[in-house]
């Protein structure tokens, strides 16, 4: 059965600084392309980063040089770093577990981030 455990969300300041976690089980989570998505009032859930299984990242344009992902595969968890946290960050975000090449794909229960002064 698979399982996240999302950890780490919270109310900020603009300017602080956050560290999302999520914690997987269930499946070979070295196989899989782990991301971070957010969905905000009214929007669309969107990527906000992503890490391959060769640890290869990708971030969204928003969040470039603010957030980093980062995975430890021993630990089963997937990490995103925030600093300089805006009011525009503010959102439900998602750890997703994404295995290449098939149609395997899971999605963690979300983590609220409240940036706001």
């Known amino acids: 059965q698979v399982q996240f455990v999302e950890s780490g969300g919270g109310l900020v300041q603009p300017g602080g600084s956050l560290r999302l976690s999520c914690a997987a089980s269930?499946?070979?989570?070295?196989?899989?392309?782990m991301g971070w998505y957010r969905q905000a009032p009214g929007n669309q859930r969107e990527l906000v980063a992503s890490?391959?299984?060769?640890?290869?990242?990708n971030y969204a344009d928003s969040v470039k040089g603010r957030f980093t992902i980062s995975r430890d595969n021993a630990k089963n968890t997937v990490y995103l770093q925030m600093i300089s946290l805006r009011p525009e960050d503010t959102a439900v975000y998602y750890c997703?577990?994404?295995?290449?090449?098939?149609?395997?794909?899971?999605w963690g229960q979300g983590t609220q981030v409240t940036v706001s002064s």
């Open positions: 997703l577990a994404r295995k290449p090449f098939t149609r395997n794909e899971f």
């Open positions: 269930g499946f070979t989570f070295s196989d899989y392309t």
């Open positions: 890490i391959s299984r060769s640890s290869s990242t």
